[in-house]
């Protein structure tokens, strides 16, 4: 018993260690991007292959939507009647003048080997452009998103602590009747042992006691 309590606490001990770690590294990505300035968005696709990859963060820069340039990168959301509903992040590869000094945008994936089926025009005053990436990070923004896994990030951690603590509480209560015991009686070093009652003779000289 003893040594399968030791090894849930170190298991414990290592899953918890392990999950502050990446949940520290999430709250980081996901609270130092607005204190800079930047917006983060999670790539779920793989349409900017060898740029980057599916699972990466990429952090971005609010800029006017005048100071955008074809090969900028930004995430945004396609037209209605294009029929993506989710948000796109994609490479600037034209921009045409269009009614009232608007200006059109057609955007392509890297990994693509076309250009989008639409074209856009933006009617915000700005649009985060991407400014770096960093890889893997995102998936754990994206299985945070499942349920399933938000309550095993959840559970397991929390199952070890409590048998480690159930443990710890049995060992406790079960101290105190060993406590009460009475501890042996042992001869102290240097005093020698008689029985009750018993009296200490003097040695005995040439056949007669010798008094001191």
Excluded at 109 to 131: I, K, M, R, Y
Excluded at 150 to 161: D, E, F, K, Y
């Amino acid at each position: 018993m003893k040594h399968l309590t030791r090894a849930a606490r170190l298991l414990g001990r290592g899953v918890t260690t392990l999950l502050l770690a990446v949940v520290t590294v999430a709250c980081v990505a996901y609270i130092a991007p607005s204190l800079f300035g930047f917006e983060r968005y999670v790539i779920t696709g793989g349409s900017m292959s060898g740029t980057f990859e599916k699972g990466s963060i990429a952090f971005e820069r609010p800029v006017p939507v005048a100071d955008l340039a074809v090969g900028d990168v930004i995430t945004y959301l396609p037209p209605a009647d294009s029929g993506v509903s989710t948000l796109v992040t994609h490479r600037i590869t034209q921009i045409e003048p269009g009614e009232g000094g608007a200006r059109i945008f057609t955007t392509q994936g890297d990994a693509n080997p076309d250009p989008d089926p639409w074209q856009f025009s933006l009617l915000s005053g700005t649009q985060p452009v991407v400014e770096q990436t960093v890889p893997h990070v995102g998936y754990v923004f994206m299985a945070l998103a499942e349920r399933e896994t938000r309550m095993l990030v959840i559970g397991v951690p929390a199952g070890l602590i409590a048998l480690v603590a159930l443990t710890d509480l049995g060992r406790a209560l079960r101290r105190p009747e060993d406590d009460d015991a009475p501890a042996p009686l042992t001869p102290t070093a240097g005093t020698p042992a008689t029985k009750a009652g018993a009296r200490a003779l003097p040695a005995a000289v040439g056949g007669r006691h010798a008094l001191t």
